[in-house]
């Protein structure tokens, strides 16, 4: 009975010839869908609520800001009749494809004879679809958060949210130390923070203290908790946020000293603070590097050839041509190394004329250079 829906987790090997960490490797981890359906309604419908899903899964878990839209015909999945994307730009301005979800009418059907008996009694093709993301988004996830420390790994994803680090001597003091970190453990641990327990480490291995916290820095752990014998004997941690790492007035880590008490009650909150403040500082940087306003192709050119580091996104509004003429702007944009990224489903409606025919425009596209 329809609708048939298969999804697969896999490990996938293709020709790559200049391959990039986590963005473009020869073997990759992808999840792939495939969906088979009696109409086109239910099709698109299905279409759609998978590119949903991966929009709240870069959103709400890797607290990647993505750009919803259609893909021009020139972009779209070989065969396919829709392909739909979410786009994220990176640090440096260049978009990266996130996800991607597509309509395949009957095509493929057609090519490899998916029927079924239609409520006639005849046979029929499904309309089918074909949806999927890979470790790319892991990739996205660092460009988009990473800093000069390391890793920024947003709270929803990090394998430890809280590492506290007892500042252990060697001496008789330690096993003191470690039962004093070991209560703020427990408190933790017994809580819930974005809807899963929280997951906190006591790192009691050997090592200098700096040495540790540097170390789970670089791996982006999202709150460091530093305890030292002065800190137990005074009742307090330093707890440091590693989207706060530094102090802006005296260049220093940016350590807070609450007492252990309150960092067991507030550390659930700092955690859903930084999630969503993670996704707020990516999303004003892709606002703040989108330009919009331009009506002219002389003015992309100017646009992507200027002295500008990292040029972003430039919304413009095209006439959608076809054919030759699509063509023809493929060609134009590659000149600039250049790609039409998607139609954003909230954008403006189309009021002027299409920057690469003068035709009336019919929509509003994003431009940009892309990995």
């Not at 009696?38 to 899964?57: G, I, N, P, S």
């Not at 427990?186 to 090592?207: F, I, S, Y």
Request: include cysteine; hydrophobic fraction near 40%; charge should be negative.
């Amino acid at each position: 009975d329809l609708p048939l829906k298969l999804n697969q987790w896999a490990n996938v090997v293709r020709w790559e010839m200049r391959t990039r960490m986590f963005l473009r490797t020869a073997e990759f981890l992808w999840q792939e869908g495939h969906t088979a359906h009696e109409t086109e309604a239910e099709a698109k419908e299905h279409t759609l609520r998978m590119l949903e899903v991966y929009r709240q899964c870069a959103e709400e878990d890797l607290a990647l800001p993505v750009i919803v839209g259609e893909k021009p015909e020139n972009e779209r999945f070989p065969g396919a009749v829709e392909t739909w994307s979410i786009e994220a730009m990176m640090q440096d301005g260049k978009a990266l494809q996130a996800g991607t979800s597509h309509y395949l009418g009957t095509n493929f059907s057609a090519a490899s004879g998916i029927k079924f008996q239609n409520r006639e009694g005849s046979e029929t093709l499904a309309h089918t679809t074909s949806w999927g993301v890979s470790t790319r988004m892991i990739g996205g996830m660092i460009m988009a958060h990473g800093d000069d420390d390391g890793l920024r790994v947003p709270p929803r994803l990090a394998p430890w949210q809280v590492v506290i680090l007892p500042m252990l001597r060697d001496n008789d003091e330690d096993a003191a130390l470690i039962d004093y970190c070991e209560g703020l453990r427990a408190t933790l641990a017994g809580q819930h923070v974005l809807g899963e327990k929280l997951r906190v480490l006591l790192d009691t291995k050997p090592g200098k203290a700096a040495a540790k916290r540097w170390d789970w820095v670089r791996k982006g752990a999202p709150v460091i908790v530093e305890v030292g014998g002065r800190d137990m004997q005074n009742g307090v941690v330093s707890m440091l946020r590693r989207d706060r790492l530094w102090d802006k007035n005296s260049g220093k880590p940016a350590f807070e000293a609450p007492t252990r008490e309150i960092a067991g009650q507030t550390i659930p909150d700092v955690l859903a603070d930084m999630q969503a403040a993670l996704l707020t500082e990516a999303r004003d940087r892709r606002e703040a590097n989108i330009t919009r306003g331009v009506d002219s192709y002389d003015a992309v050119e100017a646009h992507f050839n200027s002295d500008a580091k990292y040029p972003g996104w430039v919304e413009v509004q095209w006439s959608k041509p076809t054919g030759a003429a699509l063509d023809q702007v493929v060609e134009r944009l590659k000149a600039l190394k250049l790609t039409i990224r998607n139609v954003p489903t909230d954008a403006a409606p189309a009021d002027g004329a299409c920057i690469f025919t003068g035709d009336p425009a019919v929509e509003r596209i994003l431009l940009a250079r892309a990995y």
